[in-house]
């Protein structure tokens, strides 16, 4: 199967904090090819965090100091730990590593191909 599986989302407080875990059962990531995304409230695909954008990690502004994009030691599996989660931050998450598929981290149609592939977890943080 060429989709990853996305965990750890759930319902929570503003203020708290879950940490997503995305894993492939078929391979290890590369050194940085890795990438969270959501999707907007303008329903735009909204890159929220990648291990290498731009020439580096790359954080939406609306995210900037809260949450944090890594890969483990074994490169088995991404996580994007969220904290301070504000009730904006309610979403479904997506995870996907771009450049192994053949696609650039800003690429727009991430969201449906990957809901479509029934990847996605979603995250509720109530005020």
């Known amino acids: 199967a060429v989709q990853l599986v996305e965990s750890g989302g759930g319902s929570v407080q503003a203020g708290g904090s879950l940490t997503l875990s995305c894993t492939h059962s078929?391979?290890?990531?590369?050194?940085?090819?890795l990438a969270w995304y959501r999707q907007s409230p303008e329903n735009e695909c909204e890159l929220v965090a990648s291990?290498?954008?731009?020439?580096?990690?790359y954080y939406a502004q609306s995210v900037k100091g809260r949450f944090t994009i890594s890969l483990n030691n074994g490169k088995t599996t991404g996580q994007l730990q969220m904290n301070d989660l504000k009730p904006a931050d309610t979403n479904k998450y997506y995870c996907?590593?771009?450049?192994?598929?053949?696609?650039?981290?800003?690429?727009?149609?991430?969201?449906?191909?990957?809901?479509?592939w029934g990847q996605g977890t979603l995250v509720t943080v109530s005020s």
């Open positions: 996907t590593a771009p450049t192994r598929f053949g696609y650039d981290d800003a690429w727009g149609g991430w969201c449906q191909v990957l809901d479509a």
């Open positions: 078929g391979f290890v990531f590369d050194d940085s090819d």
């Open positions: 291990l290498n954008y731009g020439g580096g990690p």
